[in-house]
């Protein structure tokens, strides 16, 4: 790990502790989404596992808006810990993936020992100037290599991917599927460099869920395509659920599916470690 990646946890904790929370707490708009995202950054504020570290901020008519992120170190965290980044909010019109991964950093928040001696990144809400502005632009199929000028979020997401050095990247999204769609992509079609088995059938319950894979060489956008600029062969899991389901259930399947990933990596890094 290059001397970077070694102090990303000294600086993320000196860089929350000193930066007010209304300071970096944007003025979305919509009660449910702003109050959601308050109640979070206060959370993190007392929190010694969840930290608030927005990145940027950037520019934008006369304004700076910063990205939001939440870093998780569990305990028993330490440099070589397994680094995992979580992405939503891709799409400014939909915006449910966005509130299910707030509340499971609620949730992480409260019961830290969920994630033990893991490093987790989170960026529930990418697409920023879309839903500030009304920008309308397509962040899904953004290159990560060479993002537009206008997409200055994928411009900060691949520099923080860059320094951060994650082993693996998942993203959350809707899909028009009548089941949970589950895209994997790794150097090797499986599980990339953790060695890690990240899900299968029986972590979704009684929900419907349909398998895709694709090889490392059809990434053509994602945080995957960066993968070359990284000292090991990350993967990247998609997780689509479906948008014709009501927010209760979306919430509910998206958080059961991300704590199982989390224990996953959590019992691999324990028994690497004899914790």
Same mark, same amino acid.
Not at 71 to 79: L, M, W
């Given at each position: 790990?290059?001397?970077?990646?070694?102090?990303?946890?000294?600086?993320?904790?000196?860089?929350?502790?000193?930066?007010?929370?209304?300071?970096?707490?944007?003025?979305?708009?919509?009660?449910?989404?702003?109050?959601?995202?308050?109640?979070?950054?206060?959370?993190?504020?007392?929190?010694?596992?969840?930290?608030?570290?927005?990145?940027?901020?950037?520019?934008?008519?006369?304004?700076?808006?910063?990205?939001?992120?939440?870093?998780?170190?569990?305990?028993?965290?330490?440099?070589?810990?397994?680094?995992?980044?979580?992405?939503?909010?891709?799409?400014?019109?939909?915006?449910?993936?966005?509130?299910?991964?707030?509340?499971?950093?609620?949730?992480?928040?409260?019961?830290?020992?969920?994630?033990?001696?893991?490093?987790?990144?989170?960026?529930?809400?990418?697409?920023?100037?879309?839903f500030l502005l009304g920008d309308n632009?397509? @962040?899904? +199929?953004?290159?990560?290599?060479?993002p537009a000028d206008d997409q200055e979020?994928?411009?900060?997401?691949?520099?923080?991917?860059?320094?951060?050095?994650?082993?693996?990247?998942?993203?959350?999204?809707?899909?028009?599927?009548?089941?949970?769609?589950?895209?994997?992509? *790794? !150097?090797?079609?499986?599980?990339?460099?953790?060695?890690?088995?990240?899900? +299968?059938?029986?972590?979704?319950?009684?929900?419907?869920?349909?398998?895709? *894979?694709?090889?490392?060489?059809s990434a053509v956008h994602g945080p995957?395509? @960066?993968?070359?600029?990284?000292?090991? !062969?990350?993967?990247?899991?998609?997780?689509?659920?479906?948008?014709?389901?009501?927010?209760?259930?979306?919430?509910?399947?998206?958080?059961?599916?991300?704590?199982?990933?989390?224990?996953?990596?959590?019992?691999?890094?324990?028994?690497?470690?004899?914790?």
């Amino acid at each position: 790990m290059n001397a970077i990646a070694r102090t990303t946890r000294a600086n993320t904790i000196a860089a929350a502790s000193a930066t007010p929370v209304l300071a970096v707490t944007p003025s979305f708009r919509g009660g449910t989404l702003q109050e959601r995202l308050s109640r979070l950054y206060q959370i993190a504020q007392r929190s010694d596992y969840v930290f608030a570290s927005p990145l940027g901020p950037f520019f934008r008519l006369g304004r700076h808006y910063p990205l939001p992120r939440f870093v998780y170190f569990g305990p028993h965290t330490s440099d070589s810990s397994l680094r995992l980044a979580f992405y939503a909010g891709q799409d400014h019109t939909d915006l449910r993936a966005t509130t299910a991964l707030l509340h499971f950093i609620e949730r992480l928040a409260t019961t830290p020992d969920l994630g033990h001696g893991l490093n987790l990144g989170f960026f529930p809400l990418i697409d920023v100037a879309g839903f500030l502005l009304g920008d309308n632009r397509n @962040l899904a +199929n953004a290159s990560w290599t060479w993002p537009a000028d206008d997409q200055e979020e994928i411009a900060l997401l691949a520099r923080d991917v860059r320094l951060s050095a994650y082993h693996g990247f998942v993203r959350l999204e809707s899909t028009a599927a009548d089941e949970i769609t589950v895209r994997l992509r *790794g !150097a090797d079609g499986g599980a990339g460099y953790t060695g890690v088995e990240l899900l +299968n059938s029986a972590d979704f319950g009684d929900w419907p869920v349909r398998w895709e *894979g694709e090889p490392l060489s059809s990434a053509v956008h994602g945080p995957l395509t @960066l993968a070359g600029d990284l000292p090991h !062969a990350p993967f990247e899991l998609t997780l689509a659920i479906p948008a014709a389901w009501g927010d209760v259930e979306y919430r509910q399947a998206t958080t059961e599916v991300l704590r199982n990933i989390i224990h996953r990596h959590r019992a691999f890094e324990a028994n690497a470690w004899h914790i």
